[in-house]
């Protein structure tokens, strides 16, 4: 937007031929088109107006000054559609501005792999490097491949700010921008501008949020998108890199398909804590969308090899197993009865579109099979089929057919089956004991089961299960949420049932805190037939995990002992051998931290991980942790790879789960590249990992463990002294962040809190962190930090010098500064004091609280910077640095105009403007900082 020399801020310039100057010119390319657009639909005044704002943030910037008041008199009695149209520009902006990054990144990678370089760290050829230059055994190497299981969960977002249709538009701005860093003329670059310029004209006139909110049904349908955007394309090739790689370490008997080493996972549609919108009908449509895309692509892949897969009899010569698949398959047209492959595959549709009939009630996506054959039994058969196409066409030289045509579908047959992937169900404990008492009750077992102490419900609970009877009551007038819980759980029986055990493979239990608490999900299963009670010569089975979610500081503290005592109880061991021998624990980051603080929520999950591993290791069981991680550092986001090799040594053993939080989903599994790119990182580090010790100490190691557990105690201390030590806390909360005002907006999904209060403690964590993010201040990811350290250092001779000694050592330690120093370079305490003047109305309050923040804000930054030697949080990442340094300017207009629409819209003014200048600045302000919450 205006100057083209300006539109990247305050970029340093660089030589031709950096590599900085492609990205440069691509974001000047896309800010000046933007202001085209914005002149060509709003004019010359208003494109003026946005120029004049930009000028005065980019000043203000360049000399450390701060733009609040300028642009607030600027702006505050501008009509608010030009507000709006202020707004709008930056939030486009930043999104074309983050466009552009993320080209360039995949740009790099492949001019690395380009070059013959070594390979990057967090890639597999990288992985695989790393064993062989650590002499690694073979043994163990094919062993943790064979079992590998890397799962990303997928979740909605209470607080999701982007729609489907601009991520499609910039997904095709991104492509164009590739295309036209390959042109190999002007004039074809030239064409390639223009189609860009479509693009972005496309992008200003198309509304950035949405006239109303999101339904469960829209979440589960938008989810769905990332399988044919990327991820039936990258999870297989993955996988035969993965293949590639071990092949040459596996002997001939040892050889197998690796089709479980990454499965995707979902809780949108099963995920009903606190979400009331979640019903047995929504649990249906999820199954059975997933369905439907998995068995629509594997039907379209076979149609679409009927094709192109011609080879004629007359030419080549194909094996008699072949030959017998295509004289089934009932084609008697004159045209292919020398193709022998189309015959087969034509056959192999039509027993595959009956299967997938049965499967979803006779509605099969694509077309009708040209006769009707008999359904597949299972799904192995037709990875049975496909290997005979493969076979034959590998005897007739059409080796490279077989390699790059049939075996990329039976993988994604093998990995995502007729379910796509696993519907998680969740559900918080309190609902389980309220559900159970009730069906106790109304079968006359008992009528003071929530009155009971924990030793009896344990023994009544196994009594329960040891028993065939059922304890649901037909016709019994149960309340709406029993009877909505029943529906659900029936529904999760039906699934199986249709789709096989991966459609709903683990239950996950939020906030379990004690043995009944799993139990108490392990008899309502049984009410279904998920669970079966012990029968002669027979024990107790279960056909899905169940998976306590440990959330809080005193929960996790807890966990190893809950595990132990649950482990210890015979029948619940029988129901985990029925699982392999292995039992799943979820640890959640968001709430920990809510309810502790960043440095506290670390240390007591690290220390949460390595006891549950010993734990399960006495009972001779695997432990598979499943990380509750959030897209922000103050919900256990950051770098994936760093963050898994910094876990405690064995908590990984080959498996993890971990969530992909709904705002960061778009971010990671937009396109190919981007989806290869996070998986193989995923990949990466649970090798890595599992094999190797990159922290190069012991877990307990006391120099750095006994230390470590007095810095959280006294970061705890501090953050709860802050959060819950004053009762008005809650009302600065709310009075400096947007959070109040996210659930009358078109913001996802689910209710901002898990009930009807203004508490902080039922506030779920998603618009706790959200919040924090939009004013800048972005405590739960720091607060505290500044005052343990200052505490240790003045306690521990050379206490400063130890702290910089464990950063340097210590993976964890070091993950976990580096992560606190992005957000203090995102954090800013000018703009957050603006927040805090303006929406907070009582002096003393506002004041006293606020001075509080900003000198730890200040003695965390010193201590930051005194412990890695960096003179600013993120100096170690310059690619980082600068991203952030450019965007900085265009931010500061958002947030002025974030508080003063806030203060009108709590002042009572009703015009729709307010409202929706309030969501596109949410939208405008996450997406700067390149996330929400």
């Excluded at 074309?96 to 990144?105: C, G, I, K």
């Excluded at 009730?438 to 009971?452: F, H, N, S």
């Excluded at 482990?567 to 292995?582: C, E, K, Q, W």
């Excluded at 877990?699 to 959060?723: F, N, T």
Aim: include cysteine.
């Amino acid at each position: 937007m205006a100057p083209v020399s300006d539109h990247v801020g305050n970029i340093p310039s660089t030589s031709p031929g950096t590599s900085q100057d492609p990205l440069r010119a691509d974001i000047r390319l896309l800010g000046t088109m933007l202001g085209n657009a914005l002149r060509a639909s709003d004019g010359d005044e208003i494109f003026d107006l946005v120029e004049r704002v930009r000028r005065i943030a980019v000043d203000a910037r360049r000399h450390g000054a701060s733009s609040a008041q300028e642009l607030h008199e600027l702006l505050a009695h501008r009509p608010l559609n030009e507000q709006i149209v202020v707004v709008r520009a930056f939030g486009w902006l930043s999104l074309l501005a983050n466009t552009a990054e993320d080209v360039h990144v995949e740009r790099r990678r492949r001019h690395h792999r380009s070059m013959g370089s070594e390979p990057q760290p967090g890639s597999i050829d990288a992985s695989f490097a790393r064993l062989a230059n650590a002499a690694a055994a073979t043994t163990s190497i094919v062993d943790l491949v064979d079992r590998m299981q890397v799962s990303p969960v997928i979740t909605a977002h209470p607080t999701e700010v982007r729609r489907q249709t601009v991520l499609n538009a910039v997904n095709r701005v991104a492509e164009l921008l590739d295309e036209r860093e390959q042109a190999i003329d002007d004039a074809e670059r030239a064409t390639v501008d223009e189609q860009i310029e479509v693009g972005v004209v496309t992008l200003w006139q198309t509304a950035l949020v949405r006239l109303s909110k999101l339904r469960v049904r829209d979440e589960i349908n938008e989810a769905l998108r990332y399988y044919e955007a990327s991820l039936f394309e990258v999870i297989p090739s993955i996988v035969a890199d993965l293949e590639q790689h071990v092949g040459k370490l596996w002997s001939d008997d040892d050889r197998q398909p690796l089709d479980q080493a990454i499965t995707m996972g979902s809780w949108i549609g099963g995920d009903r804590d606190g979400n009331p919108f979640v019903t047995a009908d929504v649990v249906r449509t999820a199954t059975r969308r997933h369905c439907e895309v998995a068995l629509g692509h594997h039907l379209g892949e076979l149609h679409r090899l009927g094709l192109t897969l011609s080879m004629t009899e007359r030419v080549v010569q194909t094996t008699a197993d072949l030959h017998a698949l295509a004289d089934r398959a009932a084609d008697d047209s004159p045209f292919r009865a020398d193709e022998p492959y189309r015959r087969a595959l034509r056959g192999m549709y039509a027993r595959l579109h009956a299967f997938a009939a049965a499967v979803l009630d006779g509605e099969v996506p694509g077309p009708p099979p040209h006769a009707q054959l008999p359904a597949y039994d299972s799904l192995d058969e037709l990875l049975g089929d496909l290997d005979v196409v493969a076979t034959s066409l590998a005897g007739h030289g059409a080796g490279p057919l077989a390699t790059h045509e049939i075996a990329p579908l039976r993988r994604a047959v093998a990995i995502f089956g007729a379910h796509l992937c696993g519907l998680d169900m969740r559900q918080n404990s309190a609902v389980h004991e309220h559900v159970l008492d009730q069906l106790l009750r109304t079968a006359g077992v008992c009528d003071d089961y929530i009155d009971r102490d924990e030793t009896d419900r344990v023994e009544l609970l196994l009594a329960e299960l040891s028993s065939p009877r059922l304890l649901r009551v037909l016709d019994a007038d149960y309340d709406e949420q029993t009877s909505s819980e029943l529906a659900i759980l029936a529904e999760a029986a039906a699934a199986h049932a249709a789709a096989g055990r991966r459609a709903i493979p683990h239950y996950v239990i939020s906030m379990a805190d004690s043995v009944s608490d799993v139990l108490e999900v392990a008899v309502l299963l049984k009410e279904v037939g998920l669970v079966h009670p012990p029968r002669p010569g027979e024990p107790a089975s279960s056909q899905l995990d169940i998976v306590p979610l440990f959330e809080t500081i005193n929960d996790l503290a807890a966990a190893a002992t809950t595990l132990d005592a649950l482990l210890s109880t015979p029948l619940y061991r029988d129901l985990v051998a029925s699982r392999g021998d292995r039992q799943e624990v979820m640890i959640g980051y968001s709430d920990s931290n809510k309810d502790g603080g960043y440095l506290a929520s670390q240390w007591n999950l690290y220390r949460a991980q390595r006891s549950l591993v010993e734990a399960a290791h006495r009972h001779d069981v695997r432990l598979r942790l499943f990380h509750g991680r959030g897209g922000t550092v103050g919900r256990g986001g950051g770098p994936a790879y760093q963050a898994i090799l910094a876990q405690p040594a064995g908590s990984v053993d080959g498996s993890i789960r971990v969530t992909e939080q709904g705002e960061m989903v778009a971010a990671k599994y937009a396109n190919p590249a981007l989806a290869r790119r996070n998986l193989e990182t995923l990949v990466a580090a649970t090798i890595e990992a599992s094999l190797l010790d990159p922290a190069q100490l012991g877990d307990d190691d006391p120099g750095v463990a006994d230390p470590m557990a007095g810095i959280a105690s006294r970061a705890l201390a501090e953050y709860r002294e802050l959060v819950y030590g004053n009762e008005r806390f809650v009302e600065f909360f709310r009075s400096v962040t947007p959070t109040a005002e996210i659930a009358s907006l078109n913001i996802g999904s689910r209710p901002a809190s898990r009930k009807p209060s203004n508490a902080i403690e039922d506030l779920r964590a998603i618009p706790w962190v959200f919040g924090w993010a939009q004013c800048r201040l972005m405590i739960p990811a720091w607060y505290g930090a500044g005052t343990a350290f200052e505490w240790f250092a003045e306690r521990t001779p050379d206490g400063a010098d130890m702290l910089a000694r464990m950063y340097r050592r210590w993976s964890f330690f070091r993950a976990t500064l580096n992560n606190m120093g992005m957000v203090l370079a995102k954090s800013d305490i000018t703009i957050g004091r603006r927040y805090a003047d303006v929406l907070v109305h009582d002096d003393e309050l506002r004041t006293s609280t606020f001075a509080r923040i900003a000198d730890e804000h200040a003695r965390t930054l010193e201590w930051h910077r005194r412990i890695t030697g960096l003179d600013e949080p993120i100096a170690d990442n310059p690619l980082l640095s600068r991203s952030l340094r450019n965007r900085y300017p265009y931010l500061d207009p958002l947030h002025t105009l974030q508080v003063d629409l806030l203060q009108r819209f709590r002042s009572g003014d009703d015009d729709p403007l307010v409202g929706r200048g309030l969501e596109l600045t949410m939208n405008a302000i996450a997406t700067g900082l390149r996330n929400s919450g």
